[in-house]
């Protein structure tokens, strides 16, 4: 199992570019997130789907859209990159979407300038 | 709403010393709660987890108490290792299980 998998690793913006981070699990989970993880600020939740064909607001999610392509897939993209969305996006997934362990992958560190 | 506080870092020990990373909560009802660790490069990883008041969480020699009197989630070692330099994230999970709320995070740093 690859567990939670995110492309691309790293990649430079520039303002008003748009891109999409990639994120695929391959647990069965039922539910998926979107968090970024700024210094001093700890991981903030953007966006999350508790099941295939729904997703919802976090604490973030302006500048962001979220697509649940099917269960494994859980897309995020930024329409128009801004210097302020510079950061490290995490994807996770658990299962049921009951108070159960999140499962992390290895992050996309994105710079917009 | 619901939400978490861990002590402020960076912690620098030295190998063998005893380690205490506080972490407090504000939640409604009964959450769970979860100690991540995350490398240097790395996504998080779980430490420990307690699902309910009076639950110990352990791994690796680190352990944590479930405390609903103080609130409180503390995560503990005895003895660190060099290997244990990492970050460390106290998180909550809400009763409806539909969203996770992290602390900013502790650093630390053992050095030989």
């Known amino acids: 199992n690859a567990g939670v998998t995110q492309t691309p690793k790293f990649q430079v913006l520039k303002t008003g570019q748009s891109m999409t981070l990639q994120c695929a699990q391959d647990m069965n989970h039922n539910s998926m997130y979107w968090y970024r993880q700024d210094p001093g600020m700890g991981l903030r939740l953007i966006y999350y789907s508790a099941s295939e064909g729904t997703t919802d607001k976090g604490e973030v999610p302006n500048g962001y859209n979220v697509s649940r392509l099917n269960k494994r897939e859980f897309s995020l993209r930024l329409e128009s990159a801004a210097p302020s969305q510079t950061s490290v996006y995490f994807c996770?997934?658990?299962?049921?979407?009951?108070?159960?362990?999140?499962?992390f992958g290895p992050g996309t560190r994105l710079t917009v300038l | 709403g619901d939400s978490v506080t861990q002590m402020e870092g960076p912690v620098t020990l030295s190998e063998e010393a005893f380690l205490t990373i506080n972490c407090t909560y504000t939640a409604t009802g009964y959450p769970s709660l979860f100690w991540y660790v995350q490398y240097p490069g790395e996504g998080l990883q779980l430490l420990l987890k307690a699902t309910k008041a009076d639950d110990k969480g352990s791994n690796k020699g680190f352990e944590a108490t479930y405390r609903k009197e103080t609130t409180s989630f503390h995560l503990e070692k005895g003895s660190v290792q060099v290997s244990d330099s990492a970050v460390y994230f106290c998180a909550l999970s809400s009763n409806t299980g539909n969203q996770f709320y992290f602390g900013t995070g502790t650093s630390l740093t053992v050095i030989p």
């Open positions: 996770a997934s658990s299962d049921v979407g009951g108070p159960d362990t999140q499962y």
